[in-house]
C-alpha cells in the first residue's frame, strides 16, 4: 500500500486548508485511516481518525472542533479540511492506514504512511 498526501502550504492564522491522501495498491474499502503530525522538535501526535463508515471519527482534543475528516473509500482517498487554523497546528501531516475497520489513536497500530505534507500557520 501507497499512500501520497498533499495539500499543505502556507496560511494565516485562522485561515484554512484542505489535505487529501490517495492511497494506491492492495487497500481495502474497510480501512482505517488517520492523520497525524509531528511538529519542529517535538514527537509525531495523533490528530484525527475515522474507522469504517458508520462509526463515529477520533479527534484530537487539540483539533476538535475546528478540524473535520472524511474521505471516499471506492476511490481511496482520505481528506482533512483545516479551519481555523493556528501557529500550533505548524506541523508535517502525515496519513496513515491500517488494515482493519477500527481506528486508532496509536501510531504502531498503522503499518501503512505517506511521505507527509508541510503545513505551516503565520500568526
Known amino acids: 500500500v501507497q499512500l501520497q498526501a498533499s495539500g499543505g502550504g502556507l496560511v494565516q492564522a485562522g485561515g484554512s486548508l484542505r489535505l487529501s491522501c490517495v492511497a494506491s495498491g492492495r487497500t481495502h474499502l474497510s480501512d482505517a485511516v488517520a492523520w497525524f503530525r509531528q511538529a519542529p522538535g517535538k514527537e509525531r501526535e495523533f490528530v484525527a481518525a475515522?474507522?469504517?463508515?458508520?462509526?463515529?471519527?477520533l479527534y484530537a482534543d487539540s483539533v476538535k472542533g475546528r478540524f473535520t475528516i472524511s474521505g471516499d473509500a471506492a476511490k481511496n482517498t482520505l481528506n482533512l479540511q483545516m479551519d481555523g487554523l493556528k501557529p500550533e497546528d505548524t506541523a508535517i501531516y502525515y496519513c496513515a492506514r491500517r488494515r482493519t475497520s477500527v481506528a486508532t489513536r496509536t501510531q504502531a497500530d498503522y503499518p501503512y504512511w505517506g511521505q507527509g505534507t508541510q503545513v505551516t500557520v503565520s500568526s
Open positions: 475515522r474507522g469504517w463508515r458508520g462509526v463515529t471519527p
